[in-house]
């Protein structure tokens, strides 16, 4: 073997080895909006940031493609928003703002369906049907309200209005059932000033019971992803046309205050 071809190998073995022992950062499709209360007083616009990334590594962006929805569910009805989005860059990624104005009272669900996202290191397609609830006008109400998705999150505690340390709790369902003892992933939207201890505080990982419920209280004031995840399904891979799985997670964001 020549030293050149020596080198080669050895530079590839290396290449290998960095990518099977590197941390693997759980993917969460980012829909934050600018406020999840609107007071009339002091403004009816929310404006939204729409980024595929790693929330508590603050990064790395992912390319995110135009979503096949975007929009807003009041009062049962869908109004399609796409039109409001505006193309950004983020970590020299593809990703999305927008801005929206409410006019009425009540509980607004905002909603976004991404373009599916293959990751080649894990094999599989993932798609996260996101949502984030707002409350306009003190209206209080349809906190509580689903959108329809495949893999959706029931929220069991009002997501706005909650302090840092409450406990957020709501129920798994995959085409409206319970899913039992379903997996949620949970990332706080990190600005950079938490320096982790080790990786495994970048995602924390926990299962709902045999009912689908689950609770988790959240530690810090900011914004909070939680991402039940099911395999459900095929698609045909990119690279050679197999089918591989689809990996269909159901986020919420939610936001923590801290208390005065």
């Known amino acids: 073997m020549t030293p050149a071809k020596g080198l080669i190998q050895t530079v590839a073995i290396f290449a290998v080895t960095a990518s099977l022992i590197a941390p693997a950062h759980a993917h969460f499709q980012k829909m934050v909006p600018s406020t999840n209360v609107v007071d009339p007083s002091t403004g009816r616009d929310v404006t939204f940031d729409l980024t595929f990334t790693h929330p508590m590594t603050n990064g790395p962006a992912m390319k995110m493609s135009e979503p096949i929805q975007f929009g807003m569910q009041h009062d049962g009805v869908k109004t399609d928003l796409k039109s409001s989005l505006t193309p950004k860059q983020v970590d020299g990624k593809t990703a999305f703002d927008a801005t929206v104005s409410l006019k009425k009272p009540g509980g607004y669900a905002f909603f976004v369906e991404p373009v599916p996202y293959f990751e080649p290191s894990e094999g599989k397609f993932i798609i996260q049907y996101t949502k984030t609830i707002i409350d306009a006008f003190a209206d209080g109400s349809d906190w509580d309200q689903m959108v329809g998705f495949p893999v959706e999150i029931e929220p069991l505690t009002r997501p706005y209005g909650i302090w840092t340390g ?49 609770s988790y209280a959240m530690p810090r004031g900011g914004w909070w992803a939680f991402a039940a995840l099911i395999e459900d399904g095929t698609m045909p891979s990119p690279e050679n046309g197999e089918a591989v799985p689809v990996e269909r997670g159901g986020v919420i964001w939610v936001k923590t205050t801290d208390m005065p």
Do not use: C, M
């Not at 085409?175 to 924390?204: C, K, R």
């Open 166 to 214: 409450n406990i957020f709790s709501g129920v798994v369902r995959h085409n409206g059932d319970p899913v039992p003892f379903a997996e949620i992933e949970v990332e706080y939207a990190n600005d950079g000033s938490i320096t982790l201890p080790n990786d495994s505080f970048s995602t924390q990982v926990i299962k709902a019971d045999g009912n689908g419920v689950f």
